[in-house]
């Protein structure tokens, strides 16, 4: 008795899966597969590939096939336990991605099968073959829109843009300033500031081959290039070059970006959206009380959820797509990576080195 009743979760999972291939079959798609992770800890031990279920939609619903999914540096912080935003367990990883329609509800009015959509709701676990999700929480973007770009239309260049729009009021000649400008956001924060026609002033360190770095971000469209230790010595503002910035973006932390802060206009921003350097940021008196300068955070999470169905939000997905279908706004450098093989994107992704910031993204089938 004990032997058959151990047999039917067996036969039951066997049945379930025949169910799913059947599927998927007439969807004509290969068997659905995730990622899934049941405990925080280090990626590499606690993600693993499961089978996946598919379903029919409901009548406010869509099947879609992901494309490609990105591996984000929070998205390694999630499954860490590291990052504020906490999905429940087990969790299936990832919060952007692109994919394309497969089937589509009963109501649902404004896509067909074949449309490509990002998904817009954070933590729905992108890092899976197939996802059954509401029509409202999709947005379908135009297939001449590159995968990769759409792949990550959510976060570094949404992020890049409400930075840019929402602490000051910039015009055509202001400048910003900004460190980890090699990150994937800072190459965002170059590309708009030239479209817009504002000046950058980009912050990074020093490296074997530094000049070939300024090449690539001034070929982008930065102003002017400086390494930490330039930064500390330049002449730039005092020369008149370039107007004293009206706007500090800091990724770094620690004296980075107290070196940064030292070069704003009176009563200017710095927005800290990360800390790479892991090190505090320290606001000198001084710069408080006789320069009155603003020390603000950003969390593009945070204004997701709050903007969920504003104006606002749908307004700057249209100006980004516009700018990156017109050639105005290009990806990062990146590099695909088959599903299957994740881990190489989860090493990868945790040992970030290189002269640029390099994006790895999952490729599905």
């Not at 709050?306 to 100006?319: H, L, P, Q």
């Not at 450098?333 to 994006?359: C, P, Q, R, W």
Request: glycine letters at 6%; aromatic letters at 8%; a positive charge.
């Amino acid at each position: 008795m004990t032997k058959l009743y151990t047999k039917v979760p067996l036969l039951t999972n066997f049945i379930k899966n025949i169910a799913m291939t059947s599927y998927a079959k007439r969807l004509n798609c290969t068997a659905p597969q995730k990622l899934l992770y049941s405990e925080y800890g280090d990626p590499l031990k606690v993600v693993n590939l499961s089978p996946a279920e598919l379903r029919d939609p409901q009548p406010d619903e869509v099947v879609v096939k992901l494309l490609v999914a990105p591996v984000n540096p929070a998205d390694i912080n999630t499954i860490q336990g590291k990052y504020p935003s906490k999905p429940a367990l087990p969790a299936v990883p990832g919060n952007e991605g692109v994919g394309q329609v497969i089937k589509v509800g009963a109501n649902v009015k404004d896509l067909v099968e074949g449309d490509h959509v990002v998904p817009l709701r954070q933590n729905l676990g992108t890092w899976q073959t197939h996802l059954v999700l509401s029509k409202d929480i999709v947005l379908k973007v135009p297939q001449k829109l590159g995968v990769i770009e759409a792949a990550t239309l959510t976060v570094n260049p949404c992020t890049a843009y409400r930075m840019l729009r929402d602490f000051t009021e910039l015009k055509p000649g202001d400048s910003v300033i900004q460190n980890g400008s090699n990150s994937a956001c800072g190459q965002y924060i170059i590309q708009i500031c030239r479209s817009w026609g504002i000046r950058t002033i980009n912050i990074i360190r020093d490296r074997p081959n530094v000049s070939d770095l300024k090449a690539y971000l001034t070929n982008l469209g930065a102003t002017h290039v400086l390494t930490e230790e330039e930064l500390r010595t330049t002449y730039i503002f005092k020369s008149g070059q370039i107007n004293k910035p009206k706007l500090a973006l800091n990724c770094v932390g620690g004296k980075n970006a107290l070196e940064c802060s030292r070069h704003l206009q009176n009563g200017s921003p710095m927005v800290t959206y990360g800390g790479m350097s892991r090190e505090p940021l320290s606001v000198p008196t001084a710069a408080l009380i006789f320069k009155d300068l603003q020390f603000r955070g950003f969390w593009m999470t945070r204004w997701s959820e709050k903007n969920a169905t504003s104006i606002d939000r749908f307004e700057m997905y249209s100006e980004l797509i516009s700018m990156m279908t017109s050639n105005e706004l290009h990806g990062p450098s990146y590099e695909l990576v088959d599903f299957h093989n994740y881990k190489e994107a989860l090493i990868n992704t945790l040992t970030i080195k290189g002269m640029i910031g390099k994006k790895y993204l999952l490729k599905f089938d």
